[in-house]
DNA sequence: TTGACGTATTCCTATATCGGAATATAATGA
DNA sequence: TCATTATATTCCGATATAGGAATACGTCAA
């Protein structure tokens, strides 16, 4: 047996260099397919390929322009990971608590 | 050509539901070999090339027991995870969005 | 020393998937 | 309608890798 339905997966689908550049490309907002061919300097059926398989994992949406596909992030959907991460942030996130109870408080502070 | 040099890559060794779940079961702190394939319920063989492959890419590290060997999670290891994802939390992260909110009262007041 | 235990590795097969090339499809403009 | 542009898909060969089975290796106890 091989790997395990991995498609759909939003940890496959991040595994890949390529993707992860492809999201951060989209990262500031939806673009065109032929840019992000020109920005990441990768073929047309690379990019259209990848975003195939972000677009299973729901980690990308697309929205038709003339004859271009507008794509863009769902952020939403890197949930999974991330809360898959947060049970580990703490072990070197020490100081980020700290400064997030003061914030807190300060809160608090003006409520009152 | 295929998949470019993933031995040794973080995001190819999370990208495996079961390395994930070695991670887990191996949060709370070290533990030998055995255990985890109780824990886990796979196959002795599955375990210990998990681990070789999260080995490889330094989220685990190893110490001898008499004939146990006590895997443990070198957290630091998932430093590149998070900061791939940090650019991506803020859209949902309620403490980030707080500081935000902090930063930008400063700012405003600064600007009295 | 010998045998049992704990773990790692090797060999194998099936499958996933990357990238390249060519082609298909859809929208646009002349 | 026809050519062009923008994107998606298909076919291909090469490689990565999961899991199973068998086995090798290192350590301990008797």
Redesign the pocket.
């Known amino acids: ?7 759909s ?1 939003v940890f ?1 689908a991040i ?5 992860r550049e492809i999201l951060d490309a989209l990262m500031p907002g939806e673009r ?6 020109d920005a990441l300097r ?12 972000l ?1 299973d994992a729901g980690l990308v949406k ?1 929205r ?8 863009r992030v769902d952020h939403e959907r890197l949930r999974p990971l991330h809360d898959w991460m947060e049970k580990y942030e703490r072990h070197w996130n020490a100081r980020l608590d700290r400064l997030d109870d003061y914030l807190g408080d300060l809160q608090r502070k003006d409520a009152e």
Chains 1, 2 share one sequence.
């Open positions: 047996m091989a790997r395990a339905a991995a498609a997966d496959n595994s890949e260099t390529h993707r065109p397919v032929g840019e992000l061919v990768l073929t047309q059926a690379q990019v259209s390929k990848h975003l195939r398989v677009s697309c038709a322009d003339g004859r271009r596909r507008l794509y």
